[in-house]
C-alpha cells in the first residue's frame, strides 16, 4: 500500500465528514430558529430538518466508500 493513498483516504474521509457535521448545524439551527418563530409549524419544520439530515449523511458515507477503494 502507498503512503499517499493511505494519506488521501483519511483528507477525503475527515473532510466529507467536517462537511457533514458542518451541514448539520445549520439544518438544525435555522430549523430551531424557525420553529421560534412560528410554533406553529413545529411538526412541518422537523420532518424537513430530518429529510434534510439525512441528506447530507450521505456524504461521509459516499467519502467513507471511496476511501476505502483509495486505501485498498
Known sequence: MEVYGLIGAGLVFGLGALGAGIGNGLIFSKTVEGISRQPELRGTL???????????????????????????
Not at 434534510?52 to 449523511?57: H, R, S
Not at 467519502?63 to 486505501?71: I, K, Q
Open 46 to 72: 422537523t420532518a424537513t430538518a430530518f429529510i434534510g439530515v439525512g441528506l447530507v449523511e450521505a456524504m461521509p458515507i459516499i467519502s467513507l466508500v471511496l476511501a476505502f477503494m483509495w486505501s485498498a
